[in-house]
DNA sequence: AGGAAGATCTACT
DNA sequence: GTAGATCTTCCTA
């Protein structure tokens, strides 16, 4: 039912994939079952030339090729990145999932029931699907990690580009990218 | 030891 | 929808 997607995926400018992953599926799996979110918000950022972009996180990741998570902390909670990139380093931040499969234990995990507020946020879906730091560097195009990406039957969206929620200093540039009309985007 | 960080929750207008 | 408190790890001194 999934297909896995491959590493050239993420061969590409941050911008670029950080469209391209939306109305992807994110799966994380577990023992015998998995949990299932389709990607519906994105961030984009570059290592150089980007004000956002953690610099200190540089010397700890450079070396992490396209399609490997990235995750760190910020504010209490744990945020997932792919690394993506073609010429100048870079990643994307997935900022929102709509709920596909394994629908109660993302309720487990969140601890909350209201199916709404599960994945609306990066904070919350990293909980929702139980990531943390221990998944950090996995790669999501290898068909046995315990988080990968795959493809789901085509769907026509349209993209929305926004400017990006929450950094300090942003470019003036839309890195923001979400599917018009779907109620999980975090923030409209 | 202290501060920063790309967020979330709650309690309001 | 905004404002403020608080969340936890990592980095710098």
């Known amino acids: 039912m999934y297909k896995v997607l ?5 061969v590409d400018n941050p911008e670029d994939v950080a469209k391209k992953l939306l109305g992807k599926a994110l799966v994380r799996r577990f023992d015998s079952r998995k949990v299932v979110g389709k990607i519906v918000e994105t961030e984009a950022y570059y290592s150089e030339g980007d004000p956002a972009f953690r610099k200190e996180f540089l010397p700890k990741i450079s070396n992490f090729k396209q399609g490997t998570t990235f995750i ?3 504010h209490a909670n744990w945020l997932l990145n792919i690394i993506a990139y073609n010429k100048i380093f870079g990643g994307v931040l997935i900022r929102a999932l709509e709920p596909i499969e394994g629908i109660d234990m993302m309720r487990k ?3 909350i029931d209201d199916l709404s507020n599960l994945t ?5 879906l990293t909980v929702a699907l139980n990531i ?3 998944l950090n560097g996995v790669k999501v195009y ?3 990690s315990k988080l990968i990406i795959c493809s789901l039957k085509e769907e026509k969206i349209e993209i929305v580009s926004a400017y990006r929620v929450g950094v300090k200093e942003d470019l003036d ?3 923001r990218f979400y599917i018009k009309g779907n109620s999980f985007v975090s923030k409209h």
Request: aromatic fraction near 16%.
């Open 6 to 10: 491959s590493q050239k995926f993420y």
């Open 72 to 74: 760190y902390m910020v």
């Open 109 to 111: 995990f969140r601890g």
């Open 120 to 124: 609306n946020g990066p904070g919350k």
């Open 132 to 134: 943390t730091n221990d």
């Open 142 to 144: 290898d068909r046995s």
């Open 173 to 175: 540039r839309k890195l």
